[in-house]
């Protein structure tokens, strides 16, 4: 059982540069979420998903952008890369309910570096 | 605005002794409290949540949590630590009605031999 993959492990891009971050889930949950990681900081909400074909936007969407066309994909788009972008993005998925209290189950995250 | 505060950078403690790394949150209305670990290079990994109920909470790996309402806390606690605990641990927040969780600034657990 995978869970939730990500790739690539590893990036360096240079400023300017974009670049897609892929994040795919085989445990059909309808929720899916982007989080970046910055050192001593707890995790920010990029963007989140409650389902295929409907997005809405985090703590701090500027300079991203998803989509989700399926359930079990939702790649994050960078463009025009810039230094403050330098972080760990994790993303995460978890069953919807109405009662919200499902946990999210997190990919090993993607390190990514501006220059 | 629903917030999260992890006071610790870091909690060290030997191996045997038991172990508490402290959460305190800020919600409008009853909150949903979860904690997480993450270990190097990995993502997080649910350990426990509270959503009602008993105020003690029992998770993975011998962690559990105790709810306080009245000092709006959710302490994680182990009575005997480990060396393989070393991690750093997230306490989080998701309002009633919101899908969103907020994390804490995270706490590094240093457990000694």
């Known amino acids: 059982n995978a869970g939730v993959t990500q790739t690539p492990k590893f990036r360096i891009l240079k400023i300017g540069q974009s670049m897609t971050l892929q994040c795919t889930q085989d445990?059909?949950?309808?929720?899916m979420y982007w989080y970046r990681q910055d050192p001593g900081m707890g995790l920010k909400l990029i963007y989140y998903?409650?389902?295929?074909?409907?997005?809405d936007k985090g703590e701090v969407p500027n300079g991203y952008n998803v989509s989700r066309s399926t359930t079990e994909d939702f790649p994050l788009r960078l463009e025009l890369a810039a230094p403050s972008q330098t972080s760990v993005y994790f993303c995460?998925?978890?069953?919807?309910?109405?009662?919200?209290?499902?946990?999210?189950?997190f990919g090993d995250g993607t390190r990514l570096s501006i220059l | 605005a629903q917030s999260v505060a992890q006071p610790e950078d870091q909690v060290n403690v030997a191996e045997g002794n038991p172990l508490t790394v402290k959460c305190t949150y800020s919600?409008?209305?009853?909150?949903?409290l979860f904690w997480y670990v993450q270990y190097p290079n990995r993502g997080l990994q649910f350990l426990l949540k509270?959503?009602?109920?008993?105020?003690l909470v029992k998770g993975s790996y011998g962690f559990e949590a105790e709810f306080n309402k009245s000092q709006t806390s959710f302490h994680l606690k182990k009575p005997s630590a480990l060396v393989s605990d070393s991690a750093l641990y997230f306490c989080?927040?998701?309002?009633?009605?919101?899908?969103?969780?907020?994390f804490g600034s995270g706490t590094r657990l240093l457990v000694r031999p």
């Open positions: 995460a998925s978890s069953w919807g309910t109405l009662d919200g209290n499902q946990p999210q189950h």
């Open positions: 445990m059909n949950h309808n929720y």
């Open positions: 998903s409650v389902g295929a074909g409907i997005t």
């Open positions: 919600v409008s209305g009853n909150p949903y």
């Open positions: 509270y959503i009602t109920g008993d105020n």
């Open positions: 989080a927040v998701r309002e009633v009605g919101s899908y969103k969780l907020i």
